[in-house]
């Protein structure tokens, strides 16, 4: 009792020790998640380290604001920092039985407390957030000295709106907007009464009264809260009555937001964005930095995603190519913009989740491996669109023809050093099989094209030069699946000889469908935190070849869609371009096209064994005697494209 009466004089009586002690402190601002958007406002993911989101006070029932002051601090609005009546109390009650008790300190006092811990917390500092809440008679004069330091600065309204945002009502759920909407599935302006005075009783002992986990004991911590407003003559009695008859259980509507990809409805789009953003260095010095601020800022991310499209991205790629499918591939697909590099939708076949666990992956094959992606695929006969753009540009035209020499799928031609000059030649003779047989001699280019023909394309490269070939790959933004330049050699720039991700390759055909104008990834086009933009982009691209030879080159591409490759897959009543492509022994299988509004890449193939020869394969009701990119990979090209364009005007070629 001395001890307490020596409280009560210090802080009331401006004992000079109690004066001494510090009074001011530091509200760091506090950690809040993120929101993902969709193109259309709608939410993707949440990402965060505490499911929080700030209010201000407006924002609050005021049924919400009285419930919360009726059971922790009635007199809060009457008293300053220190509670006279409760102070004695308070301090005996703490310091006998090692707990906090009701009303054992002041609104403000509490918040302070919280306040500590939480700064505490966040700075990794355990030792500090113990002595925080540690029941001592140090830490109650150092929490009194800061409240009474507090109320001199700010308001009633600010310091329970502070305390509103702060406290933890558990269950994951941190400030009074996140419990709002993870209990009742309603923002905290909506609560109702017996939704308040629950929310209201759980600050106290948040983990042993969550209604998620312990339903009794929260319902009869709710009726506490009720019966001390109805003693305060907040609520009539009628109402009391009311609230109190209510079963808790009729109120709950338990929401979890979806904080990580896996709860996502677009899982594989949401891993891909925040890669994107932690690579951004207009958020942070560092990429821990920038993740930081993404799970913690209270960022709003608007992304380019369209859900129509994913929708029917998704819905063409489990028509085809149905996860756990007995061949045991995969597949997935990038569906991009034209002239702008936004990004409207990544489609895959496979359940997000741990690796190992059977048909889940994290790892996105859409997408480079700094994205979130795997190390790519061989693209096979998709690079050949690059060798008729060089030979465009070097005045070949469409009427051009080559000497092809001849081989099928058994007798290969052979190719020597002497054809390819260094630095893009060959170290030896090389062996080339045709898919198609070719008899040898002159073939124009639009039949190798639509026959994809190899031997023809091989001759044309020794014609117009290897180096040509990959000077003009690497102005189209081709690069492998982890971020290297595409080889030399002569194999990787004519036949794709070399691991790339959908994200590369359809950018790289995006670019040909915009005129020769290629444009960078962009997912992303502003990040806010409040009022503050913190990044805007636009597009940004480059003129990587000549209109007219890019313009001649889809003519070629085109030809394929109506007497190639293509054929049984053009588009409902629109023109496009595209063409297959597939890896050694038919193992990995692609179809890349476009039309001037839309260009998706769609690859088929095995991710873990990427030389498994696939041939006589059958999936989905479909066979084929081997996994080429028309058996498998168009038609999925074909339903994205004719769903996402439909209603849209048919718009000319390049």
Wanted: net charge neutral.
């Amino acid at each position: 009792m001395p001890s307490v009466a020596a409280l009560g004089r210090l802080s009331t009586a401006g004992d000079q020790t109690f004066m001494s002690l510090p009074s001011t402190f530091t509200v760091a601002q506090l950690t809040q998640g993120s929101r993902i958007l969709a193109a259309d406002g709608s939410l993707i993911a949440t990402p965060e380290e505490q499911d929080r989101r700030l209010v201000k006070m407006a924002q609050v029932a005021p049924v919400m604001r009285q419930a919360q002051v009726a059971i922790e601090d009635s007199r809060f609005y009457d008293h300053g920092a220190i509670d006279p009546k409760g102070l004695a109390r308070a301090v005996i009650e703490d310091l006998r039985s090692g707990s906090s008790s009701q009303g054992a300190s002041t609104l403000t006092q509490q918040f302070v407390k919280m306040t500590l811990q939480a700064q505490a917390l966040k700075e990794g500092k355990s030792a500090a957030a113990d002595a925080a809440v540690a029941k001592t008679l140090s830490r109650k004069l150092t929490e009194l000295r800061y409240a009474a330091g507090l109320e001199r600065t700010w308001s009633k309204d600010k310091i329970l709106e502070g305390y509103l945002n702060l406290a933890y009502y558990g269950d994951g759920a941190y400030g009074i907007e996140a419990a709002a909407r993870h209990y009742f599935d309603v923002h905290a302006s909506a609560l109702t009464l017996p939704e308040a005075a629950t929310l209201a009783g759980l600050v106290q002992s948040p983990s042993t009264t969550d209604p998620v986990h312990h339903l009794a004991q929260a319902q009869a911590r709710r009726d506490v809260v009720l019966g001390r407003m109805h003693d305060l003559k907040l609520v009539s009695t009628a109402t009391w009555k009311s609230a109190v008859r209510r079963p808790l259980a009729k109120d709950l509507h338990v929401t979890y937001p979806p904080a990580t990809c896996a709860a996502s409805r677009y899982p594989y789009f949401c891993s891909f964005v925040i890669n994107w953003l932690e690579d951004q260095p207009s958020l942070g010095a560092t990429r821990q930095a920038r993740h930081d601020l993404l799970f913690q800022g209270g960022l709003t991310v608007q992304t380019t995603l369209d859900p129509a499209v994913e929708k029917d991205a998704n819905k063409a790629l489990q028509a085809v190519a149905p996860k756990d499918n007995a061949l045991g591939v995969a597949a997935a697909a990038y569906v991009t913009q034209p002239g702008t590099g936004n990004v409207l939708a990544l489609g895959q076949d496979t359940a997000y989740g741990t690796k190992g666990n059977s048909g889940q992956t994290e790892l996105n094959y859409s997408v480079d491996r700094k994205y979130g992606g795997s190390g790519g695929f061989q693209f096979g006969s998709t690079a050949k669109a690059f060798s008729l753009i060089t030979a465009m540009e070097q005045g070949l035209g469409t009427s051009a023809t080559i000497d092809a020499p001849a081989a099928d799928n058994n007798t290969p031609a052979t190719f020597r050093p002497d054809q390819f000059p260094q630095p893009c030649g060959l170290d030896g003779e090389w062996k080339v099989y045709n898919d198609e047989a070719w008899g040898g001699g002159s073939m124009s280019l639009m039949t190798a094209t639509a026959q994809s023909t190899n031997t023809a394309f091989v001759a044309l490269a020794s014609k117009i030069g290897v180096c040509a070939i990959h000077q003009t790959m690497t102005a189209f933004g081709l690069h492998d699946a982890n971020g290297g330049p595409i080889g030399t050699y002569p194999p990787q720039v004519i036949l794709g000889a070399q691991q790339v991700s959908p994200q590369t390759l359809a950018n790289a055909y995006a670019g040909i469908a915009a005129g020769g104008r290629v444009c960078q990834t962009r997912p992303v086009t502003q990040v806010t935190q409040g009022t503050k933009v913190l990044l805007a982009t636009k597009p940004s691209c480059t003129h990587a070849a000549d209109s007219n030879a890019v313009s001649q080159a889809t003519q070629y591409l085109e030809y394929n869609m109506t007497h190639g490759s293509g054929i049984l897959n053009q588009l409902n009543g629109r023109p496009s371009a595209g063409k297959t492509g597939t890896a050694d022994a038919n193992a990995q299988s692609w179809f890349v096209g476009f039309t001037p509004q839309l260009t998706t890449a769609v690859w088929v193939g095995n991710p873990v064994n990427q030389s498994r020869p696939m041939f006589n394969v059958s999936m989905a009701g479909k066979s084929c005697s081997s996994m080429t990119g028309a058996c498998y990979a168009a038609p999925i090209w074909r339903r994205i494209m004719d769903a996402a364009l439909a209603g849209q005007p048919v718009a000319p070629m390049p």
